[in-house]
T-cell receptor, first 114, second 113 residues
């Protein structure tokens, strides 16, 4: 099945540094989502974006919905050890009145060193 | 309240066997989704239920895979004649309505020997 292109694949950063990752698609979406997955767990929603150009924050996290509706990025400021995990973007195209599956990215594995 | 639960958490089976994976969604959630996550990949959509009916089964890889949700709550994903390539984590998610946030369970890790 289709997977969105997510970069970088992995990052090793020091505690306190800012992190940036992005996601691109060949098709448009009308919702972009960012999830975090810890080992042995399911993905947990971090941020949801519903409008092209939208910039949304959740604590130290900031995400943007690209103008073309084919991309999104996630920033994490002042990283801390508990930010370690795998971050996935997901696109959703919801036709009026119906649901749609999530199409996930390939993931960015974040490692934070002290 | 309780989140999405999945049983078993791990399943080891032999090639050719039949397996059933169970998902208990959050109480009251009408929409239920199954995804499959292979090692090092993001989850991939399998099937979506609205109530008791499968509204979209376009992600099921072949006719060995089947899912049911007879009473509009618990769902079972059934895999016949398992193959080694079926080894993956099978994730279930649910939401209040199809338009709202999907909450994921911890997954069932299936290993086919």
């Amino acid at each position: 099945g289709q997977q969105l292109n997510q970069s970088p694949q992995s990052m090793f950063i020091q505690e306190g540094e800012d992190v940036s990752m992005n996601c691109t698609s060949s098709s448009i979406f009308n919702t972009w989502l960012w999830y975090k997955q810890d080992p042995g767990e399911g993905p947990v929603l971090l941020i949801a974006l519903y409008k092209a150009g939208e910039l949304t924050s959740n604590g130290r996290l900031t995400a943007q919905f690209g103008i073309t509706r084919k991309d999104s990025f996630l920033n994490i400021s002042a990283s801390i050890p508990s930010d370690v995990g795998i971050y996935f973007c997901a696109g959703q195209y919801i036709p009026t009145g119906t649901a749609s599956k999530l199409t996930f990215g390939t993931g960015t594995r974040l490692q934070v060193t002290l | 309240g309780a989140g999405v639960s999945q049983t078993p958490s791990n399943k080891v089976t032999e090639k050719g066997k039949y397996v059933e994976l169970r998902c208990d969604p959050i109480s009251g959630h009408t929409a239920l989704y199954w995804y499959r996550q292979s090692l090092g990949q993001g989850p991939e959509f399998l099937i979506y239920f609205q109530g008791t009916g499968a509204a979209d089964d376009s992600g099921l890889p072949n006719d060995r895979f089947f899912a049911v949700r007879p009473e509009g709550s618990v769902s079972t994903l059934k895999i016949q004649r398992t193959e080694r390539g079926d080894s993956a984590v099978y994730l279930c998610a649910s939401s209040w309505t199809p338009m709202e946030t999907q909450y994921f369970g911890p997954g069932t890790r299936l290993l086919v020997l």
